[in-house]
């Protein structure tokens, strides 16, 4: 994983992280691959909320792609 790109997308959840907490939620980074898909785990009440996915896509997505556009992809290793 690029430490830069890692970076960046650290700082771009950091941005989204307190809407998250607001509902007892939260995110964590686990890969980058080699593609630039990025790979997330919703924890707290993200990982079982039924608007998990709305939030993944327009919330963490939309924030993590803005702030590092090369990136590809956006998943949650523990979505349903």
Do not use: W
């Not at 686990?30 to 990025?38: A, Y």
């Not at 997330?40 to 803005?66: D, F, H, P």
């Amino acid at each position: 994983m690029d430490n830069e790109l890692k970076e960046k997308v650290i700082e771009a959840l950091e941005t989204i992280r307190p809407f998250l907490h607001q509902d007892g939620g939260d995110v964590e980074l686990v890969n980058i691959d080699e593609f630039l898909n990025v790979e997330l785990k919703l924890l707290g009440n993200c990982q079982s909320c039924s608007m998990s996915a709305m939030t993944l896509k327009a919330g963490i997505e939309e924030a993590i792609k803005r702030a590092v556009p090369q990136i590809k992809s956006v998943t949650a290793l523990n979505t349903k």
